[in-house]
């Protein structure tokens, strides 16, 4: 099984390519799985990898998702991390609920 290391950063941008209206095409389950490590990962360490194991369709969209978001130019990036940072925001604060 292929092994995905990315930044919690990166992570973050890969979920919000992957949930996409646009990119339907991404094999069942994996939005979930990138989810649930986010859940799991601290917010405090955007800088710490993170590692998937995945199959070779899921690992296939994640690296299309992956090169569609290094392909951003830095003002598209920066406004990619303010959103993944928001998205982190929004979804702490509903898990203390």
Known sequence: MPRIVLSLQEWQTVARELAAA?????????LERVQALLEQAHDGWPGQQF?????EGS???????????????????????SVAEAVA???DHQRDR
């Open 22 to 30: 646009h990119n339907s095409a991404a094999p069942p389950g994996l």
């Open 51 to 55: 590692a998937l194991e995945l199959d």
């Open 59 to 81: 690992a296939e969209a994640v690296q299309i998702a992956h090169r569609a978001i290094v392909g951003l130019d830095p003002a598209e990036g920066q406004r990619a991390a």
């Open 89 to 91: 925001i929004v979804r």
